[in-house]
């Protein structure tokens, strides 16, 4: 009976991944500058170990990057607050509820708001006046596992924008709006879960209409592929746990690939610090660094980026809390 539940949940893993790969290869092409708010990166935990966390991501975090990691995690509520070094966007905040279900998978919901730094109107004259924009990124997210190592999730996402305006602006008539999904698969490799791989597919949907339909933005779809190795350590001591990661991203656009490298190395699984290195990905090529404290059911992770993103404005900086319960 083992070897039967292994096979089914290895076949289930292979057919999400057979499902995901041509689905987001058949998506649009090109990225708006509003639709980017989707690429937007979010969790300190996984933003210290450079985003690779397409295999080993845990908690509501990893949603964004693979929705199948939630399957085995535990119940917790999460609420992340981002420094974006675009030059634009002055607060980004996110909270999440993460809820396993007995015998079922798990759900998760989440809520994203982004808010801009108001900018001139383009009209000119005595009537000119500043306007902002705001996005809110609303999801739920369903995870099942197949057999004891796989695990497949999905998730639906809700995003749209709005204007404010002090004195006269040319805005859109109506709030632009658009749905998206987010596809992925897990795969222990390992029975300890030594090796663990992942695939997602994310973004996959309608292109988000600002001013008409010829203007449409296409969503930016892409596709992640990685894998997590965490290393025998016992042998120098039983306190100290370490995992490796690394993934490859592939815009569906066509361009070119992205790779992210991570790795973090904790103390009787306590203190945390970790490091990635990010090459062409969505948010720059360079340097990751974070750290993280578990104290009681409280998780507090911090992590910087120090990409050559947004060169002059500032470097990304990312704070995570988590409450298990």
């Not at 790969?21 to 649009?28: D, E, K, S, Y």
């Not at 990409?307 to 900086?317: A, F, M, N, W, Y």
Request: glycine content about 12%; hydrophobic content about 45%.
């Amino acid at each position: 009976m083992r070897r039967r539940r292994s096979s089914l949940g290895l076949t289930g893993f292979l057919f999400c991944v057979l499902f995901i790969a041509p689905i987001g290869l058949a998506a649009q092409n090109g990225v708006g500058v509003e639709s980017a708010y989707l690429l937007l990166p979010i969790g300190a935990r996984a933003l210290g170990v450079g985003q690779a966390v397409v295999a080993g991501g845990v908690g509501s975090e990893s949603i964004g990057w693979n929705p199948a990691l939630i399957a085995r995690a535990p119940r917790e509520a999460a609420f992340n607050l981002a420094q974006q070094a675009t030059g634009v966007i002055e607060t980004d905040a996110s909270g999440g509820l993460l809820w396993p279900v007995p015998r079922l998978g798990a759900v998760a919901f989440t809520i994203r708001y982004i808010g801009e730094l108001p900018q001139a109107s383009s009209l000119t004259g005595d009537e000119a006046g500043k306007f902002s924009i705001t996005g809110v990124i609303a999801s739920g997210t369903f995870a099942a596992t197949f057999g004891k190592r796989a695990s497949a999730g999905v998730t639906l996402k809700f995003l749209q924008l709005g204007s404010h305006c002090t004195g006269s602006c040319d805005l859109p008539p109506f709030p632009p709006r658009t749905a998206a999904i987010d596809l992925g698969a897990q795969y222990l490799v390992t029975r300890d879960s030594m090796i663990t791989i992942g695939a997602s597919a994310l973004n996959l949907g309608f292109p988000l209409q600002v001013n008409d339909s010829p203007q449409a933005d296409p969503l930016p779809s892409r596709l992640d592929v990685g894998v997590s190795v965490v290393p025998r350590l016992s042998s120098f001591s039983a306190d100290i746990h370490a995992r490796l990661e690394a993934d490859l991203v592939q815009p569906t656009s066509g361009g070119d690939a992205g790779f992210r490298f991570g790795a973090e190395v904790s103390w009787q699984q306590a203190y945390v610090v970790r490091a990635g290195y990010q090459l062409d990905a969505p948010t720059g090529t360079g340097p990751t660094v974070g750290v993280g404290l578990a104290t009681g059911k409280l998780r507090i992770d911090f992590a910087q980026v120090l990409t050559d993103l947004g060169v002059g404005l500032g470097k990304p900086t990312f704070l995570s809390l988590r409450y298990l319960f």
